[in-house]
T-cell receptor, first 113, second 112 residues
Framework: GQQLNQSPQSMFIQEGEDVSMNCTSS?????WLWYKQDPGEGPVLLIALYKAGELTSNGRLTAQFGITRKDSFLNISASIPSDVGIYFCAGQIIIQGAQKLVFGQGTRLTINP | NAGVTQTPKFRILKIGQSMTLQCTQD?????MYWYRQDPGMGLKLIYY???????DKGEVPNGYNVSRSTTEDFPLRLELAAPSQTSVYFC???????????FGDGTRLSIL
């Protein structure tokens, strides 16, 4: 089945630093999504990417849909304490008439003030 | 995560017990999904539904059942709880094709 490899698994940074994480797969996806999950809550959508090569920003967040449709990255600029959490990439594919998500393992972001 | 309501938030079961996890949405979304998230891992799809009366298996359906008698509700049932089903369960909805999925706050289930 489809699998996503997300890296790094964890990051420890200083407040104000930039962050970069990525996902790769051997499978092609028609949509890439980036979610953030805070403790005790469900994943919250940050950015959705629909076209190969697409570069999209949402405030301090920037994400790109790889040209090959097999990878995506997420950058966070000038990190702040509320950026702490677990970030998941997800690739969306069509199977049996439904859009199914395949999730990466997550990147846990910790920020030292 | 307004619009997707999951109950209960927490539950402890004994091995062999059964229970139903509830998921209700008020957004009239056709597509609904159940995922489980094990510690330190991403989410894995259990079952999904493309509309009332239609359900299908996802990646990890064994030990679970679902039904979709209405657009609003998509309950997930565990018939014979096993320790391997200890996890956090998330329900998600989707307004339409190519739209992102939106998640509830989850049900944390422990089976002892």
């Amino acid at each position: 089945g489809q699998q996503l490899n997300q890296s790094p698994q964890s990051m420890f940074i200083q407040e104000g630093e930039d962050v970069s994480m990525n996902c790769t797969s051997s499978s092609i996806f028609n949509t890439w999504l980036w979610y953030k999950q805070d403790p005790g809550e469900g994943p919250v959508l940050l950015i959705a990417l629909y076209k190969a090569g697409e570069l999209t920003s949402n405030g301090r967040l920037t994400a790109q849909f790889g040209i090959t449709r097999k990878d995506s990255f997420l950058n966070i600029s000038a990190s702040i304490p509320s950026d702490v959490g677990i970030y998941f990439c997800a690739g969306q594919i069509i199977i049996q008439g439904a859009q199914k998500l395949v999730f990466g393992q997550g990147t846990r972001l910790t920020i030292n003030p | 995560n307004a619009g997707v309501t999951q109950t209960p938030k927490f539950r402890i079961l004994k091995i062999g017990q059964s229970m139903t996890l509830q998921c209700t949405q008020d957004m009239n979304h056709n597509y609904m999904y159940w995922y489980r998230q094990d510690p330190g891992m991403g989410l894995k799809l259990i079952y999904y539904s493309v509309g009332a009366g239609i359900t299908d298996k996802g990646e990890v359906p064994n030990g679970y059942n679902v039904s979709r008698s209405t657009t609003e509700d998509f309950p997930l049932r565990l018939e014979l709880a096993a320790p391997s089903q200890t996890s956090v369960y998330f329900c998600a909805t989707q307004t339409g094709f190519y739209q992102p999925q939106h998640f509830g706050d989850g049900t944390r289930l422990s089976i002892l």
